[in-house]
């Protein structure tokens, strides 16, 4: 079932191109072969913007409607961007940002409590400095 209502919300807006493109072939058509009248161009060139209208419209229908189907992209947001991967800082390759130890060269990345500490120490001696 969500197949077809992802297809439905991936195909929709193709209809407001469909009709831009009949809309537009239809008037050209009746001007250059003089076929017709005035009300059927007219009702060619009504095609178009209805056309138009509806295809710049369509993206806000878009967002609403993956929202109530495959509800809201707010969890994702409040996650953040995830994090694909890191660059080792010795040869300068890609890695998965949770490994600790470089795969290619085998260098160490510092860990969180080596950071904290650092921070620490950094911190105590601007306090230090400021006092004396």
Do not use: D
């Not at 009746?30 to 419209?57: M, Q, R």
């Not at 995830?82 to 290619?104: D, E, F, N, W």
């Not at 510092?110 to 950094?122: A, N, T």
């Amino acid at each position: 079932m969500n197949r077809f209502i992802y297809l439905f919300a991936v195909l929709r807006p193709l209809l407001p191109i469909l009709m831009i493109l009949v809309g537009g072939i239809g008037a050209i058509y009746i001007i250059g072969t003089g076929i017709g009248g005035k009300v059927l161009l007219a009702v060619c060139l009504l095609t178009v913007l209805i056309g138009i209208s509806t295809y710049a419209s369509e993206e806000t229908k878009k967002s609403e409607f993956f929202e109530r189907y495959f509800g809201s992209g707010s969890k994702k947001k409040s996650r953040g961007r995830k994090r694909m991967g890191k660059r080792c800082p010795q040869c300068q390759k890609m890695i998965y940002h949770r490994r600790t130890v470089c795969q290619h060269c085998g260098y160490e990345f510092p860990s969180k409590k080596y950071k904290e500490e650092k921070s620490k120490k950094k911190r105590q001696e601007s306090n230090n400095k400021a006092q004396a």
